[in-house]
Nanobody, 127 residues
Framework: QVPLVESGGGSVQAGGSLGLSCVLS????????MGWFRQAPGKEREFVAS????????YYADSMKGRLAISRNNAKNTVYLLMNNLKPEDTAVYYC????????????????????WGQGTRVTVSS
């Protein structure tokens, strides 16, 4: 059973917004820093955003900085990604991932550092 399940993907026009959610089950959510990655057609998976276990620290990919907001609700075992001013090049499958938090402000950009992955949710941005 995959412990991470994403939702919220879909189709949107350029300039629009979309919110993604990801729920971690069967684990203590506050033990994990969380991340979002994406994989566009024909491209490798890339880092999008990460958030520390307590939500105090966030980190964003330069390509989307200013258009994203990552947040979490530990009581609901859920991490969120709000994407604004979407562009056609943001079209991808978006994955959430969990990594054991190494310290209070720990965020992670490296894909191979993550312990659990969701199955992904597709986002399509049309021009």
């Amino acid at each position: 059973q995959v412990p991470l399940v994403e939702s919220g993907g879909g189709s949107v026009q350029a300039g629009g917004s979309l919110g993604l959610s990801c729920v971690l089950s069967g684990r203590t959510f506050s033990n994990y820093a969380m991340g979002w990655f994406r994989q566009a057609p024909g491209k490798e998976r890339e880092f999008v955003a990460s958030i520390s276990w307590n939500g105090a620290t966030t980190y964003y990919a330069d390509s989307m900085k200013g258009r994203l907001a990552i947040s979490r609700n530990n009581a609901k075992n859920t991490v969120y990604l709000l994407m604004n001013n979407l562009k056609p090049e943001d079209t991808a499958v978006y994955y959430c991932a969990a990594t054991v938090s190494l310290h209070t402000n720990y965020v992670e950009t490296k894909e191979n550092a993550y312990d659990y992955w969701g199955q992904g949710t597709r986002v399509t941005v049309s021009s």
